[in-house]
């Protein structure tokens, strides 16, 4: 059974930074990740793909993140990132990471509530 567990998340302030962390229980070595993600649900909305890394490493962001938030991969470790820059009280939600594994299948964390708000 794969698990994904997100943390960093937290109260922020306008303008301000944060880092989401997210580990995958399987070795990156062992298996073939095709892709890793953050997405976002927030109040009274539909969840929403944000960021997401391939396993070539290409990237592709949201328009609304687009410039603030990069997201990253360290397969050694088994992590994905995503760097939150200028933060804005529309990037309120809990995010959620996602592990898309070939022949395993896709995976999802529990989430963690990230609050933007002075």
């Not at 994904?4 to 302030?13: A, D, F, N, P, T």
Request: hydrophobic fraction near 35%; charged fraction near 20%; aromatic fraction near 8%.
């Amino acid at each position: 059974q794969v698990q994904v567990v997100e943390s960093g998340g937290g109260l922020v302030q306008p303008g301000g930074s944060l880092r989401l962390s997210c580990v995958v229980s399987v070795d990156f070595s062992q298996v073939r990740v095709l892709a890793l993600g953050w997405h976002r649900q927030g109040p009274g909305k539909e969840r929403e793909r944000v960021a997401i890394i391939a396993n070539d490493d290409s990237t592709h962001y949201s328009d609304s993140v687009k410039g603030r938030f990069t997201i990253s991969r360290d397969n050694a470790k088994r992590m994905v990132y995503l760097q939150m820059n200028m933060v804005k009280p529309e990037d309120t939600a809990v995010y959620y990471c996602q592990a898309i594994i070939r022949n395993l299948g896709n995976y999802w964390g529990q989430g963690t509530q990230v609050t933007v708000s002075s």
